[in-house]
């Protein structure tokens, strides 16, 4: 094989690995997007049971259980502590810069 067709194969293996690197990050963004979408209806579902525990005078503290050891503990409280400031920008977007 000439150095030609010999360089030839190699650009097309290139190519060809780009590609299916390309074709790989879009599939995966796609599916992070999805994963995202159903974290914030789980997290809204969530919040709801939690605002009806609360309404129904379980307390201050509400513990939703799942299965084995999963559970989420959720605590009703007169003050806001951001734990995770890219929330707010999700919610506000670029309304509140600050």
């Known amino acids: 094989m000439s150095n030609e067709k010999m360089e030839r194969a190699m650009a097309l293996v290139e190519e060809q690995e780009i590609s299916w690197d390309v074709d790989a990050f879009f599939s995966i963004k796609v599916q992070i ?16 049971r939690a605002k009806h525990d609360f309404d129904q005078g379980k307390g201050k503290t509400v513990v939703l259980k799942g299965s084995g050891e999963n559970s989420l503990k959720v605590t ?14 999700q919610i506000f977007g670029a309304t509140y810069d600050d």
């Open 33 to 48: 997007d999805e994963l995202t979408e159903l974290k914030k209806d789980l997290q809204a579902s969530i919040t709801k």
């Open 76 to 89: 009703r409280s007169e003050t806001v502590d951001v734990k995770h400031p890219d929330f707010l920008y």
